[in-house]
């Protein structure tokens, strides 16, 4: 666990119990880093989105939480954090009865046992390309740069 916040829950409840999220987190220290919503589209891509920049994306849920993933732990590391930095994590996903599951492995895998406050949100279709099944925005807490950068 990070010295920056404390997973909270509620008296009685035991915070062992098999959930992918933790009910309530609070900060001790660090700053707030909030992050745009990121897809497995590159983060940086044309604007008014251009559909063949989405062609190489794999359809899988997995491997499309996976590249989100990836994607906010780029953002994190230019801010001197990592995905152990998220504690708060909002997932808009196409179809959650078909692509829950794939998505909780890769969240799973790559979360291990931090366990961020989390909502999921199903939706019609994301913004940025049809093909595309998982948005995920954060709320991070990551060290004060002290460097005067």
């Not at 996976?66 to 001197?80: S, T």
Request: contains cysteine; glycine residues 8%.
């Amino acid at each position: 666990m990070s010295d920056l916040f404390e997973y909270v829950h509620t008296e009685g409840n035991d915070p062992a119990f098999n959930m992918p999220y933790t009910p309530g987190i609070t900060v001790t220290g660090g700053q707030i880093m909030y992050l745009a919503g990121v897809t497995a589209a590159p983060v940086y891509h044309s604007h008014p989105h251009v559909a063949s920049e989405f062609d190489d994306i794999p359809l899988d849920p997995e491997e499309q939480t996976e590249m989100c993933l990836n994607n906010l732990r780029d953002v994190l590391e230019a801010a001197g954090g990592d995905l152990g930095s998220i504690v708060e994590v909002t997932r808009y996903m196409v179809d959650q009865a078909k692509n829950q599951d794939g998505v909780n492995r890769a969240m799973g895998r790559a979360f291990g046992d931090h366990r961020p406050a989390s909502t999921s949100v199903e939706v019609v279709r994301l913004a940025t390309d049809p093909r595309l099944i998982l948005e995920l925005k954060a709320v991070a807490v990551v060290p004060v740069d002290e460097s005067g950068a």
